[in-house]
């Protein structure tokens, strides 16, 4: 993820909002070991801050809501905007993570499952986790290049016209 900030799109809606949902994610896991050692005020502050600057729930919805862009079905994505099954995934997960809170706070577990809500915890943490890592590849793969020629492949096969011809590195090295 780091290596994502730091590419020439890493301050985008897209960027902020993945990433900035796996932390959110990441500290929401640590919650039950920051609870033992009661640092849930710190835990609170760090979050609320992490969302409020990258315009994430529950401070903020920048990243991903455009008012300038009218929502309509079959309008054209911007550059940087996410589609929207990565909206409703990342607003559930907060959804989730919200509902988690309160039933920590004031529901009991099962007097025979007394790490319930911990468990549950990690499983969706790892889920979570597990998405966040297939899309941070996806994104390093297809911003190295490597994936060009391959997609240009898939286009002369449908039939659509190529707009550009991929630079192998070899060549770009030739060239300088």
Request: net charge negative; glycine share 6%; hydrophobic share 40%.
């Amino acid at each position: 993820m780091t290596l994502l900030l730091g590419s020439k799109d890493g301050l985008s809606k897209e960027y902020r909002a993945w990433i900035g949902w796996a932390n959110l994610v990441g500290c929401w896991t640590m919650f039950p070991l920051l609870k033992k050692d009661e640092l849930k005020t710190p835990y609170v502050v760090v979050s609320m801050l992490w969302a409020y600057l990258l315009g994430l729930p529950p401070t903020s919805v920048s990243a991903y809501y455009d008012p300038d862009q009218e929502n309509v079905p079959g309008r054209e994505l911007a550059p940087d905007e996410l589609r929207t099954p990565t909206k409703i995934l990342h607003f559930q997960t907060y959804i989730v993570m919200a509902f988690w809170h309160l039933l920590a706070a004031f529901a009991s577990p099962p007097e025979d499952k007394p790490d319930l809500w911990i468990v549950v915890n990690s499983c969706i943490g790892a889920a979570c986790f597990g998405i966040c890592y297939l899309w941070c590849t996806w994104k390093l793969i297809t911003e190295s290049g490597l994936m060009d020629e391959y997609f240009q492949y898939q286009q002369m096969r449908e039939g659509t016209p190529v707009t550009e011809t991929p630079v192998r590195p070899q060549e770009r090295k030739k060239s300088k």
